[in-house]
């Protein structure tokens, strides 16, 4: 028999399935019940560790790709607002700052300060 901390899932999953195929059929031998029920309860302790490691490297993979993508956003979030804040110490003077559109950056023509395109 195989050491259970090497059977992979899959394989795991099936002979708990052969097993409760097993138990399902009318014609059981105590002795081989005892042997089936106590093999079964090895395997569902596999697949849930399993199962609890694989949750845990998605949670983590999940987690590395939003901070990837969350990032960027704050690089330009802390860019604008610091343009905003201190562009005139930036080369921007304070009438550039004023017009500056809130979502693309840019002033459409005839707009207001404080308009949005």
């Given at each position: 028999?195989?050491?259970?901390?090497?059977?992979?899932?899959?394989?795991a999953?099936?002979?708990?399935?052969e097993?409760?195929?097993?138990?399902?059929?009318?014609?059981?031998?105590?002795?081989?019940?005892?042997?089936?029920?106590?093999?079964?309860?090895?395997?569902?302790?596999?697949?849930?560790?399993?199962?609890?490691?694989?949750?845990?490297?998605?949670?983590?993979?999940?987690?590395d790709?939003?901070?990837?993508?969350?990032?960027?956003?704050?690089e330009?979030?802390?860019?604008?607002?610091?343009?905003?804040?201190?562009?005139?110490?930036?080369?921007f003077?304070?009438?550039?700052?004023?017009?500056?559109d809130?979502?693309?950056?840019?002033?459409?023509?005839?707009?207001?300060?404080?308009?949005?395109?």
């Amino acid at each position: 028999m195989t050491r259970e901390a090497d059977i992979p899932y899959a394989e795991a999953l099936r002979e708990l399935e052969e097993i409760v195929s097993r138990i399902e059929r009318d014609n059981l031998d105590v002795d081989r019940l005892v042997e089936d029920v106590r093999r079964a309860a090895e395997l569902i302790r596999v697949c849930r560790r399993r199962l609890d490691q694989a949750t845990v490297e998605i949670e983590q993979i999940v987690a590395d790709i939003e901070s990837e993508i969350d990032q960027p956003r704050l690089e330009v979030a802390a860019s604008s607002r610091a343009r905003n804040t201190h562009g005139a110490e930036e080369g921007f003077s304070d009438e550039e700052i004023a017009e500056t559109d809130y979502v693309s950056g840019e002033c459409e023509e005839g707009e207001e300060e404080g308009e949005w395109s």
